[in-house]
């Protein structure tokens, strides 16, 4: 029987290409996903997620670069990595509706990731960068004209993903970041919940980074937490 194969992209923030690599070698055997965020890939570039997709044994790679610019600067930045092929690629979905499309015209064969409220924001710092809130009703209105302007996939926290999840059409992967085992500690995150939580609430993909890259074996941690949500 194989070993479970959870439906977690793991952060691989790391301050080298070396560490990222030993942690994508470690977890590999027992997540669906790799992310690759923004650090790593302005200090590694193109290396960064050809190195750590083929330490992770060829697992789907979630480029997180969180593009936001407007529409031709997006669709050219889009077309730079078009040769990665990544699985994912996120942009920011208040860079609006022609951004989103842009960068999913300039990459049809990935899934374009809206995100729509960042996790580390709460209710005050919605209000004091004028994004109308509360959390949950922006979450769920950048979430639909994204994935009308062509987006595939949705990042929200796990606070959001039901009302998001009952708002946009099926087969839109819904990715939430926030995600921390019981007793975790939530770090610059506001809006957590547990990852049973989060896929019992309709997420298809799970962000977890520090609860398993700062374990002291990563590779158990990753095995735990797939076993922990196994059918």
């Not at 298809?204 to 941690?221: E, F, Q, S, W």
Request: hydrophobic share 50%; net charge neutral; glycine share 10%.
């Amino acid at each position: 029987m194989s070993a479970p194969v959870a439906p977690v992209a793991v952060a691989l923030d790391a301050p080298d290409l070396a560490t990222a690599v030993r942690w994508a070698r470690a977890v590999g055997p027992h997540v669906s996903t790799v992310k690759v965020g923004l650090e790593l890939f302005l200090r590694h570039g193109h290396e960064a997620v050809t190195a750590c997709r083929e330490a992770s044994g060829g697992r789907a790679v979630f480029l997180d670069l969180k593009l936001h610019d407007i529409p031709n600067t997006v669709a050219g930045a889009a077309r730079a990595v078009a040769e990665l092929e990544p699985a994912y690629l996120t942009v920011h979905a208040s860079g609006g509706p022609a951004m989103v499309a842009a960068a999913a015209g300039a990459l049809p064969r990935t899934r374009v990731v809206a995100v729509t409220v960042l996790t580390s924001l709460g209710e005050d710092d919605l209000a004091r960068v004028g994004l109308a809130g509360p959390a949950l009703d922006a979450a769920v209105r950048l979430a639909v004209l994204s994935v009308r302007a062509g987006a595939r996939a949705i990042v929200c926290s796990p606070r959001e993903v039901a009302a998001v999840r009952a708002a946009v059409p099926a087969g839109t992967t819904l990715i939430t970041p926030g995600v921390r085992p019981a007793g975790a500690a939530a770090g610059d995150q506001q809006r957590v919940a547990t990852p049973e939580q989060a896929l019992a609430d309709g997420a298809d993909l799970l962000v977890v980074g520090r609860p398993l890259t700062g374990a002291d074996d990563p590779g158990a941690a990753a095995a735990a937490l797939a076993a922990s949500l196994a059918p």
